[in-house]
T-cell receptor, first 114, second 113 residues
Framework: SQTIHQWPATLVQPVGSPLSLECTVE??????LYWYRQAAGRGLQLLFY??????ISSEVPQNLSASRPQDRQFILSSKKLLLSDSGFYLC?????????????FGEGSRLTVL | GESVGLHLPTLSVQEGDNSIINCAYS??????FIWYKQESGKGPQFIID?????DKRQGQRVTVLLNKTVKHLSLQIAATQPGDSAVYFC????????????FGPGTSLSVIP
């Protein structure tokens, strides 16, 4: 069966520090991968998506970047965090052969920037 | 652009009653419309989806209705239970080669025992 793992689950970082959030999918090949951010009490904002290794599409201009060094690994990074980067970051995957709308989400990484 | 959302609207329902959660969408270039459930502190979970050429689809205790004329989507939950308390998001999958999935602002459902 397929699983998705995100880490760390929680982190507190000072303004100006770097960030690296990791997401790994197991049990599937060549998935579409997504990073979403959710501010407290709000909806999900699509940040990045990827259809293959090294292929990253950015949805909004921001202080963050994403990379896909391996087929099932998706990394969200920042060189210098801002207060506004605080939020709940969710990684998701979707199978290429799937026609419907189902995404499979990880458990999320909660980031607090102080 | 993508919906960042305002603070979540709330729906309170008595246990055992039916719930109806509504969603308006703006993009006409979507091939699927989807409902997700998010419990506190967790990632969203898929509930049900509907293809854009359909107007109704039923699942276990849930029904999704799609009205393309007015760009409206609804989720009906029959015999609502305390475990249904969560935030519900509608989403749409765009007809692009990248399968972008865009989420709506969400509704918080609170079930009163």
């Amino acid at each position: 069966s397929q699983t998705i793992h995100q880490w760390p689950a929680t982190l507190v970082q000072p303004v100006g520090s770097p960030l690296s959030l990791e997401c790994t999918v197991e049990g599937t090949s060549n998935p579409n991968l997504y990073w979403y951010r959710q501010a407290a009490g709000r909806g999900l904002q699509l940040l990045f998506y990827s259809v293959g290794i090294g292929q990253i599409s950015s949805e909004v201009p921001q202080n963050l970047s994403a990379s896909r060094p391996q087929d099932r690994q998706f990394i969200l990074s920042s060189k210098k965090l801002l207060l506004s980067d605080s939020g709940f970051y969710l990684c998701a995957w979707r199978g290429l052969a799937v026609r419907g709308g189902e995404l499979f989400f990880g458990e999320g990484s909660r980031l607090t920037v102080l | 652009g993508e919906s960042v959302g305002l603070h979540l609207p709330t729906l309170s329902v008595q246990e055992g009653d039916n719930s109806i959660i509504n969603c308006a969408y703006s993009n006409s270039a979507s091939d699927y419309f989807i409902w997700y459930k998010q419990e506190s502190g967790k990632g969203p979970q898929f509930i049900i989806d509907i293809r854009s050429n359909m107007d109704k689809r039923q699942g276990q205790r849930v029904t999704v209705l799609l009205n393309k004329t007015v760009k409206h989507l609804s989720l009906q939950i029959a015999a609502t239970q305390p475990g249904d308390s969560a935030v519900y998001f509608c989403a749409e999958k765009l007809k692009t080669s990248y399968d972008k999935v865009i989420f709506g602002p969400g509704t918080s459902l609170s079930v009163i025992p």
